[in-house]
Every structure is written in C-alpha cells, then in structure tokens.
Nanobody, 117 residues
Framework: QVQLVESGGGLVQPGGSLRLSCAASGNIFRIGAMGWYRQAPGKERELVATITTTGSTNYADSAKGRFTISRDNAKNTVHLQMNSLKPEDTAVYYC???????????WGQGTQVTVSS
C-alpha cells in the first residue's frame, strides 16, 4: 500500500505562483523517479516535470523557465514550484512515484490548480 498525499493547489491569478507538495508513505521498497502530471478537461494526462533519485530533471516545454521540481529523498516528498502561471496551466495536477522494486508507478488523488482573473 502506497499513498501519495498532495497539497498546495488552489485558485491564483495569472502571473501568480503556487507550490505543490506531495508526500509518499507506505510500502515503498526502492523509490525511483518522482514527477508531476496534469490533466485539463477534455485532454489527455500529460507530463509536467519529473526528477530522478539523483536530481536529474525533465520538463515539458510549456513548463520550462517557469516551473521547478524538487525532491527530498529522506522524506519521500516531491514539490513543484510554479511561477508566472497562465490560464492554460489550469488542470488537475497528479503526483507520481515509481517504486523500482515493484517496477510500477503510483499516483496521487490529484489537486486542482485554477489560474483565472
């Protein structure tokens, strides 16, 4: 049993900032990459950012220069600092974690981010 608990979502005006956090708990035997994905209404879930155990990051083009992903391996947490938010960033954001021992990924429940004036 693996649980991912997210926080930090909400309503923000264009140009504003939010910091999403996700804490993992449960039977994680060998933590691997962690990341954030998002899904807007009528669209497929898409990658926003990922980070490996050694700190290598990968960002969607739309997130580069505005978003920063980070992690704390000791606490099994991952964060997403989102700056200069745009209305098109509006979506449900999902936390993701890979357990290398199981060879599978786990997902959070999703947190709503709404960017609107």
């Amino acid at each position: 049993q693996v649980q991912l608990v997210e926080s930090g979502g909400g309503l923000v005006q264009p140009g504003g900032s939010l910091r999403l956090s996700c804490a993992a708990s449960g039977n994680i035997f060998r933590i691997g990459a962690m990341g954030w994905y998002r899904q807007a209404p009528g669209k497929e879930r898409e990658l926003v950012a990922t980070i490996t155990t050694t700190g290598s990051t990968n960002y969607a083009d739309s997130a580069k220069g505005r978003f920063t992903i980070s992690r704390d391996n000791a606490k099994n947490t991952v964060h997403l600092q989102m700056n200069s938010l745009k209305p098109e960033d509006t979506a449900v954001y999902y936390c993701n974690l890979v357990d290398l021992a199981r060879g599978r990924a786990f997902w959070g429940q999703g947190t709503q981010v709404t960017v609107s004036s």
